[in-house]
């Protein structure tokens, strides 16, 4: 069984993030979660709820397996070690719970040189 993975780009996630801020200050989760859609839904309603109450958000993992959603998060990410790690833990998640969608919401920062 393959787990369908999305790739985003940080900067198109934090622009939708900050628009739909904008347009919709009150984020809503979605009811259900069955969809890879709901499962992102899900994860910009946690990113946007963290960060507007505490400015950080902890690594999180979301998914989809055959007993329902699960949400599995982590510290934050000091070293090479604890990153590799909580992958690691992610994928052996995603097994054990048969997921059938997962969506992994992490908080990044970049500078531009100018």
Wanted: a negative charge; one cysteine or more; charged letters at 20%.
């Amino acid at each position: 069984m393959t787990v369908p993975a999305v790739t985003l780009r940080c900067e198109d996630v934090l622009l939708d993030l900050l628009q739909s801020a904008d347009q919709n200050p009150v984020v809503q989760a979605p009811r259900q979660l069955k969809t890879l859609d709901d499962l992102l839904a899900q994860a910009v309603h946690y990113a946007t709820f963290c960060m507007r109450n505490s400015g950080k958000m902890a690594p999180t993992l979301f998914l989809i397996g055959a007993d329902g959603p699960l949400m599995f998060a982590t510290g934050s990410l000091a070293d090479e070690d604890e990153k590799d790690a909580f992958a690691t833990n992610a994928r052996l998640l995603c097994i054990a719970c048969a997921a059938t969608a997962c969506v992994m919401a992490l908080e990044s920062w970049m500078n531009y040189v100018e």
